[in-house]
């Protein structure tokens, strides 16, 4: 399975930026997926996680501006940031927890899978 990221980029303090990730490969089902950042010096941390029923988990500081969201049919998740702060500048990486994959009659299950990260800057 493969995660594609997209939607970063440069954007003024109370701007909005959208995120999406695509998940690739003979994907049957995903369970969790999720949103980490990362800026530079500091360790990744959990930014949002939805899982394939629709239950939303936040961190507290960007509660009430992102929202997260998920197409199962296109095996996408999303972020939408709103009310954007200097300190929401890193590198957002989509993440899944558990894709159980099909191969005709077979079954795979694979965990704990990253994209590749995209930049969002926010910055007057």
């Known amino acids: 399975v493969q995660l594609q990221a997209s939607g970063g980029g440069l954007v003024q303090p109370g701007g909005s930026l959208r995120l999406s990730c695509a998940a690739s490969g003979s994907i049957f089902s995903i369970n969790v997926m999720g949103w980490y950042r990362q800026a530079p010096g500091n360790q990744r941390e959990l930014v949002a996680t939805?899982?394939?029923?629709?239950?939303?988990n936040y961190t507290d500081s960007v509660k009430g501006r992102f929202t997260i969201s998920r197409d199962n049919a296109k095996n996408t998740v999303y972020l939408q940031m709103n009310s954007l702060k200097p300190e929401d500048t890193a590198v957002y990486y989509c993440?899944?927890?558990?894709?159980?994959?099909?191969?005709?009659?077979?079954?795979?299950?694979?965990?704990?899978?990253w994209g590749q990260g995209t930049l969002v800057t926010v910055s007057s």
């Open positions: 993440n899944t927890d558990r894709v159980l994959l099909q191969y005709g009659a077979g079954w795979e299950e694979v965990f704990n899978t």
């Open positions: 939805i899982t394939s029923g629709g239950s939303t």
